[in-house]
């Protein structure tokens, strides 16, 4: 059998038992943006990179608030949401070039939410041939960057005129 090293697996599963309080609520509140991979803060919503990524460059937006409800938002909060989905996509296809993207939200456990009590979306870019048979034989995911040069290429881009 093939052996194939992925350290960074196990910060996930040791994360998953001890998880406490609410990342998208906790993280906003801190000032070290970089360490905490946040990209970009509007309004009602915020940028963050997903530490545990499905592909490079893989980045979510959520409300500042709280609510696993997307009818719990304002209008002006899912404004606020979508123009920066849409912020994404913009940086992402300038910053990295994918081919295409997954963007959406999964709302609650059985729609494969990660994180149910916080509404958010996921922006995941995709290229052609990028999804081999890694996930499917293996359950393991290729991601081709680390996280602070992913971050520190998108960064810049998110405050270009």
């Avoid at 906790?26 to 000032?31: A, G, H, N, R, T």
């Avoid at 409800?69 to 913009?90: A, F, G, K, P, Q």
């Avoid at 940086?91 to 939200?105: E, S």
Wanted: aromatic share 10%; hydrophobic share 40%.
């Amino acid at each position: 059998m093939e052996k194939i090293w992925a350290p960074w697996r196990m910060e996930y599963i040791e994360r998953c038992d001890e998880q406490k309080g609410c990342i998208f609520c906790d993280l906003p509140k801190k000032e070290s943006d970089r360490e905490n991979l946040i990209l970009f803060r509007g309004e009602n919503s915020f940028v963050i990179m997903n530490k545990f990524p499905y592909a490079a460059g893989h980045l979510m937006v959520a409300p500042y608030r709280h609510t696993a409800d997307l009818n719990d938002l304002s209008d002006m909060e899912l404004t606020d949401m979508s123009i920066n989905v849409r912020r994404c996509v913009n940086v992402l296809k300038k910053a990295i070039n994918p081919q295409g993207f997954n963007v959406g939200a999964n709302l609650g456990r059985s729609a494969g939410a990660g994180i149910i009590d916080h509404v958010h979306y996921h922006i995941v870019p995709r290229w052609n041939g990028d999804s081999n048979f890694m996930p499917v034989i293996g359950d393991i995911r290729v991601v081709s960057e680390g996280l602070e040069k992913t971050y520190d290429k998108l960064y810049p881009v998110f405050f270009e005129k």
